[in-house]
């Protein structure tokens, strides 16, 4: 007990010196004693036969729904896995190495002078981290008290059509959530326990305040204000564009569309916020943030999938996605009565979808059944409801080269099968 408590005490100071850049200047202790060479030995036991999910009865599926955490998210580069690998073969201090990969992507997302980043568990994590370093700033006591607000402020201002599941994340801080949809709410409910404004990025066009009017009267009223951006690269931009439109905290996750480690997310913002932010954060124990554990070899990766991102040619991709869902629609349109239509979404998975319809009268078969029919094929294929359409929805970002042979393949079959 007592031993940890002084480690607690220690690591907490730690990172407080770590920021301070006062910690002595690391030796490189591992620098050559280690053989890179040893990663690739051959797996004998489980893992043997290169498909561990098989091993243990659980069936892969081809993913034509996006990068949705229930399924595992987005598939790294092996490039990133190779990066992650050397990252676990080291020990490093924690907090010291969140300050480096903060300054590196600070740098890297060329974002505005006074502002960093923090590689957090997810975009969750970061919008509970970021709220608690708000509300208790820098103060050991505090952060040691939460979710008891006694002493601190406990309002977050949200529009009511911005609320979704993940402002459990700001309200596990023990605030309460504020909802208000005008300018004059707005203004009405702004009052000295109002400690922020939450935006919800892929909201903007739900809620009558846009983007860049909720940080202008954020900015007239003095109060710190995050925007929840997780699922809204690409565009590329969109890492730098709040940041630079004055947000002072802005969430993205790492293992979406960025590809980066499947436990990873980006906590940008104001220095001394991201800091406070660290603070209510593993590795800190006594914390909110114990829970949201983030390990050396992610923090590694998220910059390594960062650089990766920002150097891949977003318009190519774009082209080879869509290229993928013409070739999809070329093989279904053979069954008579099945038509396509394209679209991108306007924001989070902002990337080419097709919507895939027919006539039930000619194709006896419900866009539900489709699915599930889909679902349990061999190889299966996962494909999802018609974002507010009608008919089935897919998109291409996800898919592994010659995927979508497959998924054209077993899609013109299960329709023929069905044809009256
Ligand atoms: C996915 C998502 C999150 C959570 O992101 P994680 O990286 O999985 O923690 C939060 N907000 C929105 C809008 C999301 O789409």
Redesign the pocket.
């Known amino acids: 007990m007592r031993l940890n408590s002084k480690w607690n005490r220690r690591g907490f100071l730690g990172t407080v010196a770590t920021i301070a850049g006062v910690m002595l200047t690391p030796r490189k202790l591992f620098a050559t004693n280690r053989n890179a060479a040893g990663a690739s030995k051959t797996v004998t036991g489980f893992g043997q036969t290169g498909n561990p999910y098989q091993e243990l009865g659980v069936t892969t599926v081809i993913n034509c729904e996006g990068?949705m955490?229930v399924l595992g998210?987005s598939l790294p580069h092996p490039e990133l896995e190779a990066v992650m690998t050397m990252a676990g073969r080291h020990f490093v201090s924690i907090p010291e190495l969140e300050v480096a990969a903060g300054s590196r992507i600070a740098s890297m997302l060329k974002l505005p002078p006074d502002y960093s980043a923090l590689v957090t568990?997810?975009?969750?994590?970061?919008?509970q981290s970021g709220l608690a370093g708000i509300l208790t700033g820098g103060n050991e006591a505090l952060i040691r008290q939460l979710p008891d607000l006694t002493g601190m402020k406990s309002e977050v201002i949200i529009q009511k059509s911005h609320r979704?599941p993940?402002d459990h994340?700001l309200r596990s801080t023990g605030i309460r959530l504020v909802e208000i949809e005008t300018v004059d709410q707005f203004r009405a409910a702004v009052n000295e326990r109002t400690a922020m404004m939450h935006f919800?990025?892929?909201a903007n066009a739900a809620g009558q305040i846009k983007v860049d009017e909720w940080v202008r009267l954020a900015k007239q009223n003095n109060i710190p204000c995050m925007n929840?951006?997780?699922?809204?690269t690409p565009p590329v931009s969109h890492l730098w564009d709040y940041a630079n439109m004055g947000y002072d905290l802005i969430?993205?996750?790492?293992?979406?569309a960025i590809r980066g480690p499947q436990c990873?997310?980006l906590l940008i913002g104001r220095k001394e916020m991201v800091t406070n932010a660290l603070l209510n954060n593993s590795p800190h124990e006594d914390t909110l943030g114990r829970s949201q554990k983030v390990g050396k070899e992610e923090i590694i990766g998220m910059v390594k999938a960062l650089e990766l991102f920002l150097s891949e040619d977003h318009d190519a991709l774009a082209k080879q996605w869509q290229d993928r869902l013409e070739g999809v629609s070329r093989e279904i349109m053979k069954v008579p009565g099945v038509s396509t239509s394209f679209f991108v979404p306007d924001i989070?998975n902002h990337v080419p979808h097709m919507q895939i319809l027919w006539d039930e009268t000619r194709v006896k078969l419900t866009p539900e059944e489709a699915r599930k029919l889909l679902r349990a094929s061999k190889p299966a294929i996962v494909i999802g409801e018609g974002e507010e359409r009608p008919g089935l929805a897919m998109n291409s970002f996800m898919l592994q080269p010659g995927e979508d042979k497959i998924v054209a393949e077993q899609l013109s079959r299960i329709l023929r099968e069905h044809v009256a």
Not at 121 to 127: I, K, P, R, V, Y
Not at 228 to 232: K, L, N, P, R, S
Not at 251 to 256: D, L, M, N, P, V
């Open positions: 990068t955490t998210g568990s997810g975009a969750a994590a970061a919008m979704n993940f994340q919800s990025n892929f929840d951006a997780a699922a809204d969430t993205f996750s790492g293992g979406k990873a997310g989070a």
